[in-house]
């Protein structure tokens, strides 16, 4: 291979690998009164509280694949806190006894949540122009750096400037979960994108992903080279930027240089907190992936999927969108007998094509590279079996060379034609998707559960910093699983942990054409009720 690079990128993913025989390497012990802190705060940068807004919101979540967008708000100080709060807040905290937990609007996997979030505010009323932290933990801004007079006149803008940036801190997924923490860090960032495009859409506001940024360049932005604020602090990784306007404006935003000279001749404020004072494992695979999939500035940007224009199931949910997205959970465990309606069944996979015109897939606009194989056990009028959800016609053509040559590639009676659903085999398989995924009764005792393809070798090509890419789409597919579960009556739960080349075995698969790169389950939940739920923000008004 003459891509040194992607050669790393490749022997990562099968090193971090679990298998029958041996997990990926991970810590052997784990003192969950010593986990690192779960939020970032600069101490020292003047804090911003924002207000809870998001039960004011009235627009359904029904009407986020309507034809009707939402009405666009103004960009100002009520509405980026409505967006923050319905995206990346706090959703609730959990008690079980002495022990006390939150949860947040954007799932993590093992809820360490390593994703960080940014916001760039220029002529945003309420906001002073310049860099924020977001404080998830508070509800609160903080402000990072504040851009100067000088070199905000030399900008002609004509509208409201907002950015979204995401960073990853390694070591809060590395704590629990080793040398496969780097996947699960680039699967959060696919959910947060996720989450912020729904909460954009709720606010009728239009969303596009800023490829054009490199690591280097986006450290720059983002305030994360700057030792003299770090410190011994966590450093922390650059991932993407997002650009939103107001639904029906259309602008090209400040651009790269422009922003890189107001952060750079801006004033910066507060000192990174200490997550973890005593890091007992290290994992220097993770900062060899990290190096190698580094985005070059000016990377070409992947090829930007055509317009669906195809019929939108509709869903029965009736809920205000804010209140479906503050809601969405990840489920412990399923009952094993709930039976998934073929409506809500069809619905689920509808909203998994990628509609670049619609939230999620504004942010992950690419031509889909992520293909699904589903393990279906409980769904209405649908025989048990394993069923394949190709999302191009590319991607069937990927599936159908590369898998088992006895699948059988049946349409499915019942699912509309404008979803690609294919019968591969009719079969119980429960136990072996359990099996398949780590032994986790979770997989088998849903609706349904799936193994999420990737495109793999062909998109790492001469860009290997696609690898993140890839991961960053699955969580989208996640994000979306989540949120149709909930709107069904359901729950999802994200599966990280799978036995990989198992997986492929199963399926005929015997190169790195396609790779598994993230399961997902769908069910009825089981609640235990001893765990108490209390407000995320309490005696916040």
């Given at each position: 291979?003459?891509?040194?690079?992607?050669?790393?990128?490749?022997?990562?993913?099968?090193?971090?690998?679990?298998?029958?025989?041996?997990?990926?390497?991970?810590?052997?012990?784990l003192?969950?009164?010593?986990?690192?802190?779960?939020?970032?705060?600069?101490?020292?940068?003047?804090?911003?509280?924002?207000?809870?807004?998001?039960?004011?919101?009235?627009?359904?979540?029904?009407?986020?694949?309507?034809?009707?967008?939402?009405?666009?708000q103004s960009?100002?100080?009520?509405?980026?806190?409505?967006?923050?709060?319905?995206?990346?807040?706090l959703?609730a905290?959990?008690?079980?006894?002495?022990?006390?937990w939150?949860?947040?609007?954007?799932?993590?996997?093992?809820?360490l949540?390593?994703?960080?979030?940014?916001?760039?505010?220029?002529?945003?009323?309420?906001?002073?122009?310049g860099?924020?932290?977001?404080?998830?933990?508070?509800?609160?801004?903080?402000?990072?750096?504040?851009f100067?007079?000088?070199?905000?006149?030399?900008?002609?803008?004509?509208?409201?400037?907002?950015?979204?940036?995401?960073?990853?801190?390694?070591?809060?997924?590395a704590?629990k979960?080793?040398?496969?923490?780097?996947?699960?860090?680039?699967?959060?960032?696919?959910?947060?994108?996720?989450?912020?495009s729904?909460?954009?859409?709720?606010?009728?506001?239009?969303?596009?992903?800023?490829?054009?940024?490199?690591?280097?360049?986006?450290?720059?932005?983002?305030?994360?080279?700057?030792?003299?604020d770090?410190?011994?602090?966590?450093?922390?990784?650059p991932?993407?930027?997002?650009?939103?306007?107001?639904?029906?404006?259309?602008?090209?935003?400040?651009?790269?240089?422009?922003?890189?000279?107001?952060?750079?001749?801006?004033?910066?404020?507060?000192?990174?907190?200490?997550?973890?004072?005593?890091?007992?494992?290290?994992?220097p695979?993770?900062?060899?992936?990290?190096?190698?999939?580094?985005?070059?500035?000016?990377?070409?940007?992947?090829?930007?999927?055509a317009?669906?224009?195809?019929?939108?199931?509709?869903?029965?949910?009736?809920?205000?969108?804010?209140?479906?997205?503050?809601?969405?959970?990840?489920?412990?465990?399923?009952?094993?007998?709930?039976?998934?309606?073929?409506?809500?069944f069809?619905?689920?996979?509808?909203?998994?094509?990628?509609?670049?015109?619609?939230?999620?897939?504004?942010?992950?606009?690419?031509?889909?590279?992520?293909?699904?194989?589903?393990?279906?056990?409980?769904?209405?009028?649908?025989a048990?079996g394993?069923?394949?959800?190709?999302?191009?016609e590319?991607?069937?053509?990927?599936?159908?060379?590369?898998?088992?040559?006895e699948?059988?590639?049946?349409?499915?009676?019942g699912?509309?034609?404008?979803?690609?659903?294919?019968?591969?085999?009719?079969?119980?398989?429960?136990?072996?998707?359990?099996?398949?995924?780590?032994q986790?009764?979770i997989?088998?005792?849903?609706?349904?559960?799936?193994?999420?393809l990737?495109?793999?070798?062909?998109?790492?090509?001469?860009?290997?910093?696609?690898?993140?890419?890839?991961?960053w789409?699955?969580?989208?597919?996640?994000?979306?699983?989540?949120?149709?579960?909930e709107?069904?009556?359901?729950?999802?739960t994200?599966i990280?942990?799978?036995?990989?080349?198992?997986?492929?075995?199963?399926?005929?698969?015997?190169?790195?054409?396609?790779?598994s790169?993230?399961?997902?389950?769908?069910?009825?939940?089981?609640?235990?009720?001893?765990?108490?739920?209390?407000?995320?923000?309490?005696?916040?008004?």
């Amino acid at each position: 291979m003459s891509d040194p690079k992607q050669q790393i990128v490749i022997d990562y993913h099968d090193r971090t690998k679990h298998r029958m025989d041996g997990y990926a390497k991970g810590p052997d012990t784990l003192d969950w009164d010593a986990q690192p802190d779960p939020f970032r705060r600069f101490d020292g940068a003047e804090q911003i509280d924002l207000p809870l807004l998001a039960d004011r919101l009235v627009i359904p979540f029904s009407a986020l694949s309507s034809d009707q967008p939402a009405a666009a708000q103004s960009m100002d100080l009520s509405s980026v806190a409505t967006l923050l709060e319905i995206s990346v807040a706090l959703s609730a905290w959990k008690q079980y006894g002495t022990a006390r937990w939150s949860l947040r609007v954007n799932p993590s996997s093992g809820n360490l949540h390593p994703t960080e979030t940014y916001l760039i505010a220029i002529a945003v009323e309420g906001l002073s122009d310049g860099l924020y932290h977001y404080r998830a933990d508070a509800h609160a801004l903080e402000l990072r750096c504040r851009f100067s007079e000088a070199a905000l006149s030399e900008l002609e803008l004509s509208q409201p400037q907002l950015y979204i940036g995401f960073s990853s801190v390694h070591w809060r997924e590395a704590w629990k979960y080793g040398e496969r923490a780097f996947r699960y860090c680039q699967h959060d960032v696919g959910h947060a994108m996720a989450a912020i495009s729904y909460g954009a859409a709720t606010l009728g506001w239009n969303i596009s992903p800023q490829l054009m940024w490199g690591d280097d360049g986006l450290a720059t932005l983002l305030g994360l080279d700057r030792q003299r604020d770090f410190g011994n602090a966590e450093r922390e990784h650059p991932d993407l930027l997002l650009k939103i306007l107001p639904g029906g404006q259309s602008c090209d935003g400040v651009g790269p240089a422009s922003l890189l000279t107001l952060a750079q001749s801006g004033q910066w404020f507060g000192k990174a907190n200490v997550l973890d004072p005593k890091h007992l494992y290290h994992w220097p695979v993770i900062d060899e992936v990290t190096e190698a999939s580094q985005r070059p500035e000016n990377a070409a940007s992947p090829a930007v999927a055509a317009v669906d224009t195809s019929i939108i199931i509709p869903t029965e949910c009736s809920e205000t969108a804010g209140k479906l997205l503050r809601r969405r959970r990840s489920a412990q465990s399923f009952d094993g007998v709930t039976v998934m309606s073929r409506q809500h069944f069809s619905r689920c996979l509808d909203q998994l094509q990628p509609r670049t015109q619609y939230a999620p897939w504004n942010t992950v606009n690419w031509h889909p590279r992520i293909h699904l194989v589903l393990f279906i056990h409980r769904v209405e009028g649908i025989a048990p079996g394993l069923y394949a959800l190709p999302r191009s016609e590319h991607g069937q053509a990927l599936m159908r060379d590369n898998m088992r040559p006895e699948f059988q590639w049946q349409p499915v009676a019942g699912i509309p034609d404008s979803i690609p659903l294919q019968q591969l085999i009719l079969a119980k398989a429960e136990r072996t998707i359990a099996k398949l995924s780590c032994q986790q009764a979770i997989a088998a005792e849903s609706c349904f559960s799936l193994a999420m393809l990737a495109e793999f070798e062909p998109t790492l090509q001469n860009a290997p910093w696609r690898y993140r890419e890839l991961f960053w789409e699955a969580g989208a597919v996640g994000q979306t699983l989540y949120l149709e579960a909930e709107a069904a009556g359901l729950r999802g739960t994200g599966i990280g942990c799978y036995f990989d080349d198992p997986v492929h075995q199963l399926l005929g698969l015997t190169d790195n054409t396609l790779q598994s790169v993230y399961h997902f389950t769908v069910g009825g939940p089981l609640v235990d009720h001893r765990i108490t739920t209390l407000p995320p923000y309490s005696g916040k008004g």
